[in-house]
């Protein structure tokens, strides 16, 4: 047991320091992105994948309710394990189904009950999963314990890697698979065991079955590990390592069929996309620039201390190039290394929409090649190696690093405006609600949780309709969201949508309460309805 700690008291410490990071954030998070939205929708919602599946597929001049959009977030009692109705609604989407299926689970365990710390808890489990796999690879990898820790920290405690915890969305599970399959290669290279291969082609269908761009990790890394062992003339692995990869694969097809018309469907998210973007060599550069400029400055103290480690490494060099002849460096990590670049790049260009959450996956496999840094010098090091008070001093410089980083730079999807949304909301949450769109849901998804500050509320194309003029009644005032998104919506104009409510309805005053890029809300008072 005294063993056993001594060991692993360093990554225990580091994994209590990222956990108590992540629920400080956690629970500074005000909002969602719509996708975090979808997330509950698609998961829990029976057979609907989307709000307007509520009302058949029209929500034109009819009444949402509360609990209508509570039932679309929630499990409902006797919907609970329903794997089925996961299933069917990833049909209906543009991913596939792992995740989900694991976000129903765990809220099937509490029934009718929306948090957003379901999707939190849920997150903080795989995160703390994938930075104990990342231990682990770096200890394979390098066989120090420093650099594994150091892996942990810089990673755990990046914007990235926090963002990917706070955001509830399958990324962080990707980030998990991803992991796992370069740590098995690794051990693979280190020593064939049979048990292996069969764990490499489970965790690449685990990873095509959670997002399809884990394709991308997973082709480069198992064709460098196939370069690998034709190198060292394994002639028995290449065949039985290619075999288990392309069996993974093709599992995808066997277990989820609709990812072949989501794959070549010519859509935002499809196939069609991703080759429309390939083909289109002019924003080559733009994309690149955009997804090297955010991840830097996402993970600056991971580059900040490469860019010690490389100082040190050029002012030592001639110790450290003889040291690392002399300890024979570990190539093995290049078959790793290497692949998560590739795929950074091929995904910089061909990805939906510029964000890099993309390429959330492909970070922890970025930072080794920073640790590998570190390692370097550790083997030229005498006293890093041999000196408990030196590796600890350097694993605190590191840690003190990340959290001033941290501290400087908080993780996306905090969304603390949010608070003030909802604040203005409930003043006015007596008051009728009227959404104006064009059965279009992804607005009214975007704003589900502000929607849920009211008993319910109306959905109208039409100004003058009679339904929204019988909603609103005699009522003094009236709150009015307006879809304004011409990318993925209505688009409609503001102004042109306020003066036909001024006209039908008779409200002269118009107050705008915020904006959200989706829809402009706006308090109507001044006449009579």
Known sequence: MKNWLKKYTALILALVLVCAVCLMFAARKDGMFIDEIYTYGLANSCYAPYVTDIKDGDLIDKVMTREELTDYLTVGEDDRFAAGSVYYNQTRDVHPPLYYWLFHFVSSLVPGQFSMWTG????????????????????????????????????????????????????????????????????????????????????????????????????????????????????????????????????????????????????????????????????????????????????????????????????????????????????????????????????????????????????????????????????????????????????AAVCAMCLWHARCLPPDYLYSEYSGYDALLQEHADAPCVYIDDNYFSPITYDMLQLMNFDDFLVTNDTGSKALLDYIADAPEAVVFIDISKEWASGYDAEEILAGLEESTGYTEQTALYSNGFSAVYLLKGGDA
Not at 210 to 231: E, K, N, R, S
Not at 244 to 250: F, I, K, T, V
């Open 120 to 395: 939190l808890i849920l997150d903080l489990v795989i995160y703390l999963l994938s930075l104990f796999v990342l231990y682990k690879l770096a200890l394979t990898l390098f066989d120090s314990r420093l650099c594994a820790v150091s892996a942990v920290l810089i990673y755990g405690l990046s914007t990235i890697g926090l963002s990917t915890m706070l955001m509830i969305r399958m990324y962080v599970l990707l980030t998990l698979l991803t992991v796992l399959l370069a740590y098995l290669i690794a051990r693979l290279m280190r020593g064939r065991k049979a048990l292996l291969y069969p764990l490499i082609g489970l965790t690449i269908f685990a990873g095509l079955m959670t997002q399809y761009y884990f394709v991308f990790y997973a082709f480069f890394v198992c064709l460098a590990y196939d370069i690998y062992a034709l190198v060292k003339k394994d002639y028995s692995s290449f065949i039985i390592f290619s075999l288990s990869a392309l069996l993974g694969a093709a599992c995808l097809v066997l277990a989820f069929p609709a990812c072949l018309d989501q794959l070549f469907a010519d859509a935002l998210v499809s196939g069609g996309d991703a080759v429309n973007n390939l083909v289109n060599v002019s924003q080559y550069a733009s994309r690149l620039i955009t997804f090297t400029r955010e991840s830097l400055h996402r993970m600056r103290a991971a580059w900040w201390i490469a860019f010690i480690l490389l100082v040190t490494i050029v002012v030592n060099h001639k110790e450290i190039a003889a040291a690392v002849r002399a300890h024979k460096l570990k190539l093995g990590a290049l078959v790793l290394i290497v692949p998560a670049f590739v795929s950074f790049v091929i995904i910089a260009i061909i990805s939906p929409v510029p964000e890099i959450r993309y390429i959330y996956n492909l970070v922890p496999l970025l930072i080794l090649a920073v640790v590998a840094l570190l390692h370097i010098i550790e083997l030229s090091d005498t006293t890093l190696n041999e000196k408990l008070g030196t590796r600890i001093f350097v694993g």
